[in-house]
């Protein structure tokens, strides 16, 4: 039972077309994101939302629009793709357990979208 | 800026112990956790410090020192799996963002 599963795993598309990634959680968590992982396997926060919510929103070119369309889903749609785009974007989510000295803070992670811009 | 530090690579052999070290720079702090990454796998997590001293999860431990901003996971008994790619990332503090270090990839040789 994949606690966080992204579709597709692979994607292979023209420059300039549109695609999107889904993604879901059973977990229960309320906070999900969006990392984008490069060649050389740098991981870099994309988009953050938590119970429906856009909290985090880095400096990603607005042809990248994230939709969460209740807490346990969020998508990535991509407009007018770029070769740049071609990259392995995770999804993943957290939830705040306590374990006496803090707030853990733990995320999981899907299994990785690879997106080839041709 | 925000910045987590790693070495790019570290060779070891079957059964040695390894460090990887991290040092950040960050806004705010709520944590150093680290996760591992096998080739065209999902970043798992590993281990978190929240204070200051070492963690200690079976062969793996991990250490924070938060006055000198860095961070260290120790692999003990080194064993052909744990050749993969290593991030320690940071939770910035009232924020739920997460940032990851540069990574290092760990080769494990027979």
């Known amino acids: 039972d994949t606690a966080v599963s992204q579709t597709p795993k692979y994607l292979v598309t023209q420059m300039g077309n549109d695609k999107s990634i889904k993604c879901e959680q059973n977990?229960?968590?309320?906070?999900m994101y969006w990392y984008k992982q490069d060649s050389k396997k740098f991981l870099k926060i994309m988009f953050s939302y938590n119970n429906k919510e856009l909290i985090i929103n880095e400096t990603v070119p607005n042809r990248f629009s994230p939709k969460s369309p209740d807490k346990a889903h969020l998508n990535l749609h991509i407009n007018s793709l770029e070769l740049g785009d071609s990259a392995v974007y995770f999804c993943?989510?957290?939830?705040?357990?306590?374990?006496?000295?803090?707030?853990?803070?733990?995320?999981?992670f899907g299994e990785g979208s690879r997106l080839t811009v041709l | 800026g925000q910045s987590l530090e790693q070495p790019s690579e570290v060779t070891a052999v079957e059964g040695a112990i390894v460090q990887i070290n991290c040092t950040y720079q960050?806004?705010?702090?709520?944590?150093l956790s680290w996760y591992q990454q096998h080739d065209g796998g999902a970043p798992t997590f590993l281990s978190y410090n929240a204070l200051d001293g070492l963690e200690e999860t079976g062969r793996f431990s991990s250490f924070l020192s938060r006055s000198d901003s860095y961070g260290y996971l120790l692999l003990q008994e080194l064993q052909m799996k744990d050749s993969a790619s290593y991030f320690c990332?940071?939770?910035?503090?009232?924020?739920?963002?997460?940032?990851f270090g540069t990574g290092t990839r760990l080769k494990v040789l027979a």
């Open positions: 990332a940071v939770r910035i503090s009232g924020t739920y963002k997460y940032i």
């Open positions: 993943a989510s957290s939830h705040q357990r306590h374990d006496g000295t803090g707030v853990i803070g733990e995320l999981f």
């Open positions: 977990l229960g968590h309320d906070t």
């Open positions: 960050t806004s705010g702090f709520y944590g």
